[in-house]
């Protein structure tokens, strides 16, 4: 971590806790059989992309989902299905950020959406006495309030220059390797953090 002053943190998988198997389940409860060859399909991609940088809202896209699931299910149902991916914050993970803030300057940045966005801050809440999980960093960008989404280089750009960041002091975490290697197109260190692991096993 010589020469590293900043440290920007992706969220799923990283400090936040992701199953999609449990967003598969649900899916299939409500009458989805091949849920995930309609989800690896490259006209599903699409809608997701344009939720994850704001350019459909809301409506448009549980109306997306129920259209390319072939699904009848209520708003609510829908939204809980896809938020059912979304677990927990591990306190010790927590504790550790807590601990970097003494050295290093923190931030997140997160390909997410709204519907999401509201149930992680909530969980976050719930689970740490009412605080706020933006509150841990100096500045958090998601995809959907920036329009623009990793791995694009030009995103991460964005970020360097909207908190007056060095890239060559900033070093990005995140457990997709396409959006690390997006981070170092952008003259940033990446640290990507593979499977099995977590933000405890870097050697800070």
Do not use: C
Not at 123 to 135: I, Q
């Amino acid at each position: 971590m010589q020469n590293i002053r900043n440290i920007i943190f992706d969220l799923g998988g990283v400090l936040l806790n992701l199953d999609m198997q449990k967003t598969e389940d649900a899916f299939t409860a409500m009458g989805v059989k091949n849920f995930k060859s309609l989800f690896a399909l490259g006209h599903a991609a699409s809608f997701f992309k344009e939720y994850e940088v704001g350019s459909i809202d809301d409506e448009q896209f549980i109306t997306s989902l129920q259209t390319l699931a072939g699904i009848d299910a209520g708003r609510e149902a829908v939204i809980a299905g896809w938020n059912a991916m979304l677990r927990d914050f591990p306190a010790e993970r927590i504790e550790l950020l807590k601990g970097l803030k003494q050295n290093y300057r923190l931030f997140l940045f997160s390909n997410t959406n709204a519907i999401h966005l509201q149930s992680f801050q909530k969980t976050y809440s719930d689970t740490f006495s009412g605080n706020l999980l933006d509150d841990l960093f100096e500045k958090t960008w998601y995809s959907h309030s920036i329009n623009m989404r990793k791995p694009d280089v030009k995103a991460f750009e964005y970020v360097l220059k909207d908190a007056g960041l060095q890239a060559a002091e900033t070093m990005f975490i995140d457990d997709a390797l396409v959006n690390v290697e997006g981070a170092r197109a952008a003259g940033m260190h990446g640290h990507h953090l593979e499977p099995g692991k977590s933000v405890l096993d870097i050697a800070w």
